[in-house]
């Protein structure tokens, strides 16, 4: 990769003990060899050996029964839990990054995401490193202000202000306040823990149309998903089992292998038809 080679002439020294270089992360490029991961460090693995690969402006989508290691994956991408096996983001093995800078870098937004008490701009920008235009910017190209903000009351501004832990905010309109989080930050990978609460259509609307902005900028979008209509037009989908990855292609692709994981899912799905019809429209 071109920047794994820029850091080997600059013999892979960061100038400053894990601090990237300001450019980093140019892309969402994601490589993951060989990665295991466990909670405590006499605790058993729960992910055996992932390598896969992400192409920046590509979007993933994870599935899996209850326990097969979505979350886990996602916490040891942030390197939340103990390791094995490399994760190159932009290039850069990120065992190498400080974990402050790693983590301002990849944006994480949980199925309801937690907002402090304070102004929208706190929550946006809570370490008051940004002006006003880029923060409103954000909000606009997240999606916010284009919502009826009836839980919030009259006009929203950066200066409207958010209840404890969110509270006057729907679900939905706390995920889109996290993705503003991640524009502002420039994130280059985003992961998505889908809702599972009901999100309504206008607003799902929105963070669907912000996301495919921010895919056609570059930025990499891992969806854990809940929903098999969330996924089955992603680029590729991934498939966990035990905290092994059992496929990982193009929807169409695996839906054509009759003994396959995710076909056995949508197979037995109520929405079977217009899923195979969305894996059939990725280009
Ligand atoms: N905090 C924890 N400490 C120890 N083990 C954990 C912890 N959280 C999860 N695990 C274990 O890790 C394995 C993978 O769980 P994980 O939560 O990653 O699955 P998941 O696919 O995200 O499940 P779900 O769909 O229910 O969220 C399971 O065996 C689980 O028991």
């Known amino acids: 990769m071109a920047n794994s080679a820029i850091y080997q002439i600059r013999g892979g020294l960061f100038p400053d003990e894990g601090v990237p270089p300001a450019y980093w992360p140019a892309s969402g490029d994601l490589k993951v060899e060989k990665l295991s991961a466990r909670y405590s460090l006499d605790g058993p693995r729960v992910l055996h050996d992932i390598s896969f690969e992400v192409r920046s402006g590509e979007r993933v989508g994870i599935v899996g029964r209850t326990g097969s290691g979505k979350s886990s994956l996602t916490l040891a991408l942030l390197q939340c839990i103990i390791t094995e096996g490399k994760v190159y983001y932009d290039g850069i093995p990120i065992d190498r990054i400080n974990l402050d800078a790693l983590r301002s870098s990849i944006t994480l937004i949980p199925q309801v995401p937690e907002l402090l008490s304070g102004t929208l701009r706190q929550n946006v920008d809570p370490f008051q490193q940004y002006d006003d235009a880029t923060l409103n910017d954000a909000l606009r190209s997240a999606g916010l202000f284009s919502l009826q903000s009836n839980t919030i009351g009259g006009r929203v501004t950066l200066d409207t202000p958010i209840a404890s832990g969110g509270t006057n905010l729907s679900v939905g309109q706390r995920q889109i306040l996290a993705l503003a989080r991640a524009i502002v930050r420039q994130s280059k990978l985003l992961i998505l823990d889908e809702a599972t609460s009901a999100i309504d259509y206008a607003t799902d609307a929105v963070i669907q149309a912000s996301l495919r902005q ?20 992603a680029d590729k989908v991934m498939v966990l089992d035990a905290g092994r990855i059992v496929e990982f292609g193009k929807p169409s692709e695996l839906l054509k292998d009759e003994k396959g994981t995710l076909r056995a899912l949508v197979d037995k799905s109520d929405d079977k038809e217009t899923l195979y019809a969305m894996a059939s429209h990725v280009g």
Do not use: F, W, Y
């Not at 056609?216 to 089955?232: E, N």
């Open 214 to 233: 921010e895919l056609d900028k570059g930025v990499t979008l891992l969806t854990v998903a809940h929903r098999l209509q969330t996924i089955m037009d």
